[in-house]
């Protein structure tokens, strides 16, 4: 089992930056893939930012420029810098993690990007 909790959501205005947490715990050696996901409002749960393996990334072309994953190298905790932020950027995100067989999700944190 793997347990994530994430932190660092809030309301800030357009322009403005926010570091999300993700901070994970349990059977995390095996964990292949960390990504960050993301809902806004009446829309579909999507894929923000992902590592691979621990090593290459991926950016949705929305984020790219903007966001940046980054992780600790004990794969204990990820984080989700984001810089620029839109409204369109409002948004619930969740942390990700997968191993072979199983896939966590955590609780998810709202951020608001608004004036």
């Known amino acids: 089992q793997v347990q994530l909790v994430e932190s660092g959501g809030g309301l800030v205005q357009p322009g403005g930056s926010l570091r999300l947490s993700c901070a994970a715990s349990?059977?995390?050696?095996?964990?292949?893939?960390m990504a960050w996901y993301r809902q806004g409002p009446g829309k579909p749960r999507a894929l923000a930012a992902q590592?691979?393996?621990?090593?290459?990334?991926y950016y949705a072309d929305s984020v790219k420029g903007r966001l940046t994953i980054s992780r600790e190298n004990s794969k204990s905790t990820l984080y989700l810098q984001m810089n620029s932020l839109k409204p369109e950027d409002t948004a619930v995100y969740y942390c990700?993690?997968?191993?072979?067989?199983?896939?966590?999700w955590g609780q998810g944190t709202q951020v608001t990007v608004s004036s």
């Open positions: 590592f691979i393996s621990g090593r290459s990334t």
């Open positions: 990700y993690a997968s191993r072979l067989d199983s896939a966590y």
């Open positions: 349990g059977s995390i050696v095996s964990i292949t893939v």
